[in-house]
């Protein structure tokens, strides 16, 4: 049974992602939906939008094998709740499997069950977070990461893809996948796929060049020089530079390798494609391009990060 911890002022899709991920891969297994919420108190459980969640008190944990803990605003008092900690570990002891999505991490850190384990939060929380868990292995550009029974999250969505992780563990990759395409996900991300967007990263990612970078995203397998950019702005090669540079804070070619890589780092992580596959698709063209950009931006080759995404 799984069981989604909440607290008063957590962050509703925390815990309703989650939720609705066990909910749809029950049906697609054709089993019955084993899920039960928890709060240190029985009845309605206010989130921090107001929308109010039934929960059952502590009690109702016995059959409990899988714990999710939310985040939220009011993560912090649920982190120093005595009796919230001592629920975590003695579940955690009874070798639960135990995960946190977003802040809900706090929970677990308090308990002690990150100390010496790699593990995330959102990305606004890891400077504090760092700083309050010296002990954690703390990995912040991470979807989620999983330390032997114990699995953290990134922010909100991220949840979601733990969910579907452990729905591969428990019932099958094609199950999980079977899920992934019932919540019309685009592709189910691995753990080890960055935090972050390349074009969220930008200075200014919506702006007058937002649409070429989107369309460049959609066309990596073409040449895409900033002559061949220039041009599709309608601008000299020129004017395009100085004017991309000042809006985006980079340069074209560099904001292209960095499109080029967050692609082809998910198509590596998320299927089995040949590498060969990958950096033609992406417009590396030659795998070993590929592999020496990959070492400078991630510190690792590509099929390193394969390799961890499977084992996480």
Same mark, same amino acid.
């Given at each position: ?70 985040? *939220?605003?009011?993560?912090?008092? /649920?982190?120093?709740?005595?009796? !919230? %900690?001592?629920? $975590?570990?003695? +579940? @955690?002891? =009874?070798?639960v499997r135990v995960a946190s999505v977003c802040s809900g991490a706090y929970v677990l850190a308090e308990a002690g069950l990150l100390d010496g384990r790699r593990a995330t939060t959102h990305w606004g929380r890891t400077r504090d977070f760092v700083a309050r868990y010296p002990k954690v292995k703390f990995e912040p550009d991470q979807i989620f990461t999983r330390d032997g029974n114990v699995w953290t ?56 060049? *937002?649409?070429?970078?989107?369309? /460049?995203?959609?066309?990596?397998? !073409? %040449?895409?020089? $900033?002559?061949? +950019? @220039?041009? =599709? ?80």
């Amino acid at each position: 049974m799984i069981g989604i911890l909440i607290f008063p002022d957590f962050q509703l899709l925390d815990a309703a992602g989650p939720i609705s991920v066990f909910e749809v891969a029950a049906r697609c297994a054709g089993t019955p939906l084993a899920l039960r919420v928890l709060a240190l108190n029985a009845g309605p459980v206010r989130s921090s939008s107001g929308v109010e969640m039934m929960a059952r008190d502590f009690k109702s944990a016995n059959a409990i094998t899988t714990l999710i803990i939310a985040g *939220g605003v009011g993560v912090t008092d /649920a982190a120093r709740c005595e009796a !919230t %900690r001592a629920f $975590v570990l003695r +579940l @955690a002891k =009874r070798g639960v499997r135990v995960a946190s999505v977003c802040s809900g991490a706090y929970v677990l850190a308090e308990a002690g069950l990150l100390d010496g384990r790699r593990a995330t939060t959102h990305w606004g929380r890891t400077r504090d977070f760092v700083a309050r868990y010296p002990k954690v292995k703390f990995e912040p550009d991470q979807i989620f990461t999983r330390d032997g029974n114990v699995w953290t999250s990134a922010g909100i969505t991220a949840g979601i893809d733990l969910a579907l992780a452990m729905v591969s563990e428990d019932h099958g990759e094609e199950i999980a996948q079977q899920a992934a395409r019932h919540l019309v996900l685009y592709h189910r991300r691995s753990g080890g796929q960055s935090q972050f967007s390349s074009l969220l990263e930008l200075k200014a990612p919506n702006g007058r060049f *937002g649409a070429l970078l989107s369309w /460049a995203r959609e066309n990596l397998d !073409t %040449r895409l020089t $900033v002559e061949d +950019l @220039a041009d =599709r702005a309608g601008m000299s090669a020129r004017h395009f530079a100085r004017a991309f540079a000042a809006e985006t804070g980079t340069t074209p070619s560099k904001a292209i390798e960095r499109l080029r890589l967050e692609v082809a780092r998910e198509r590596v992580q998320s299927s089995r494609e040949g590498i060969e596959l990958v950096a033609e698709a992406t417009g590396f063209r030659d795998p070993e391009r590929m592999r020496r950009a990959f070492i400078r931006a991630f510190g690792q080759p590509p099929q390193a990060l394969r390799r961890a995404a499977r084992a996480g």
